[in-house]
């Protein structure tokens, strides 16, 4: 299996741009995960969904940030304006039922 | 939310076993988790635990249970170079969602 797809693995951008971090999650998984990793706050989830469906988003930070999921077999987490605070790694995982999450490598979030 | 502690910091040398600890609050938790990152990767399952248990082995990892104590330790035999790494210890919520540690860095010198 190819794991959870990540894209881009980088991205570096200006402030006020939108920016859209995009997953592929494990095929057959039915849940999604978004997630933020800093220095200052470690590992925190922003948003997940179960059969497509967001489940529970307390943990996007602001109006700024929105995630969607089309279909099974993909995802979006969009920044819109961007600010240099949200400069992060931003990982997205996948569970098949009650299995553990598999992650995938991450996008790394540069904010100028 | 709940909150898991770990140590922030451990070094061992190579051969040596390495223990990292976790404490973790939410007594209804049913899996228990160790995860590792290694510099600039995502976070790799390493092995699990379900809380009936109080042991698991597998290969080099053992991992305890201590579920009145709520404290959680991931040892390591015949540590190696490629063990360097960022460990993370996770509960397992309500509806599946994962409350992990700030993380364990294990820095194996030779």
């Known amino acids: 299996d190819a794991g959870v797809i990540q894209s881009p693995r980088h991205e570096v951008t200006e402030m006020g741009q939108e920016v859209t971090l995009r997953c592929k999650p494990i095929?057959?998984?039915?849940?999604l995960f978004w997630y933020r990793q800093t220095m200052m706050r470690g590992l925190e989830l922003l948003i997940y969904?179960?059969?497509?469906?967001?489940?529970?988003d307390s943990g996007m930070p602001e109006d700024r940030f929105s995630a969607k999921m089309p279909n099974a077999s993909f995802s979006t987490l969009k920044i819109q304006p961007s600010e240099p605070r949200d400069s992060a790694v931003y990982f997205c995982?996948?569970?098949?039922?009650?299995?553990?999450?598999?992650f995938g490598d991450g996008t790394r979030l540069s904010i100028l | 939310g709940e909150d898991v502690e770990q140590s922030l910091f451990l070094s061992v040398r190579e051969g040596d076993s390495s223990v990292i600890n976790c404490t973790y609050t939410?007594?209804?938790?049913?899996?228990l988790y160790w995860y590792k990152q290694e510099p600039g990767a995502g976070l790799q399952l390493l092995t699990y635990?379900?809380?009936?248990?109080d042991m698991k082995q597998d290969q080099r990892l053992t991992v305890l249970l201590n579920k009145k104590d709520k404290h959680l330790s991931l040892r390591i035999a015949d540590t190696q170079t490629g063990d360097s790494a960022i460990y993370f210890c996770?509960?397992?919520?309500?509806?599946?969602?994962?409350?992990f540690g700030a993380g364990t860095q294990v820095v194996v010198t030779p």
């Open positions: 995982a996948s569970r098949g039922g009650p299995e553990p999450q598999h």
């Open positions: 095929s057959g998984h039915d849940y």
């Open positions: 969904f179960n059969n497509n469906v967001p489940i529970d």
């Open positions: 939410d007594s209804s938790s049913t899996y």
């Open positions: 635990i379900f809380s009936n248990m």
């Open positions: 996770a509960e397992r919520e309500s509806w599946g969602k994962l409350q």
